[in-house]
């Protein structure tokens, strides 16, 4: 869902590109098709199993990525909380806002923007993934991503699963990052993050030493 933001197009095209069948999902599934040729023209056959749709017909995947930002991401998985009952659903948000040269964290009542998504999704396995990878990464499809991703859920099945999504894409390590209680970390940390690359003019992620997935 949101495919059609820089996130969501290049995580989008990224996973087509290794293999996987994406339901590109937006507002409209008339934006969705015109995305859909724009990374066609760009990519041709590399991203060949792009589906193009709306919201709602992303829905249908059994991992459904909510690409979207934090002030869409509850709206979004509300106003479609029944197609996604059964499913894992991935939180990518980080509610930040900008003062000056430096990015800060707004923490939402439950926490985290995934901790929110869980308790209005109650019948859905929410997860996280992606924080901390900087958007442009990867949609540059002709360079290798060099990037660690921590991975948290509730639910073990669902964290191994997406798990497994993150590895399918060369160069990327994933960690268990155990429950969403975490997501408190992770969203925050991600303005410390962007404050880095603002202040260094870079395009920094993160990757953890000492340790193989």
Same mark, same amino acid.
């Given at each position: ?39 066609? *023209?760009?990519?041709? #056959?590399? &991203?060949?199993? =792009?589906?193009?749709? %709306?919201? /709602? ?5 059994? !991992? +459904? ?77 002709? *360079?290798?991503?060099? #990037?660690? &991703?921590?991975? =948290?859920?509730?639910? %073990?099945? /669902? ?5 497994? !999504? +993150? ?47």
């Amino acid at each position: 869902m949101g495919a059609t933001g820089p996130a969501g197009s290049g995580l989008a095209a990224r996973l087509a590109s290794v293999g996987h069948n994406v339901l590109f999902g937006s507002r409209s599934a008339e934006k969705a098709d015109e995305a859909v040729l724009e990374l066609r *023209r760009q990519w041709g #056959s590399r &991203v060949d199993s =792009l589906v193009p749709t %709306d919201n /709602a017909g992303a829905c249908d995947a059994p !991992v +459904v990525i909510a690409a979207v930002t934090a002030e869409a991401a509850i709206p979004t998985v509300q106003q479609h909380q029944q197609r996604l009952a059964g499913k894992i659903v991935v939180s990518m948000a980080n509610n930040l806002v900008k003062n000056g040269r430096q990015f800060n964290a707004i923490l939402p009542p439950h926490g985290s923007v995934a901790a929110e998504m869980q308790a209005l999704l109650w019948e859905s396995r929410v997860g996280t993934a992606f924080h901390l990878v900087p958007a442009a990464e990867f949609a540059a499809l002709d *360079r290798n991503m060099e #990037s660690d &991703v921590v991975v =948290l859920a509730d639910d %073990d099945k /669902a964290r191994k699963t997406l798990m497994e !999504v +993150v590895e399918s894409i060369p160069d990327l390590r994933a960690f268990d990052g155990g429950s969403l209680v975490n997501a408190i970390g992770m969203e925050a940390f991600a303005a410390v993050l962007l404050t880095i690359n603002l202040r260094h003019k870079g395009r920094a992620s993160m990757r953890l030493i000492g340790i193989e997935p």
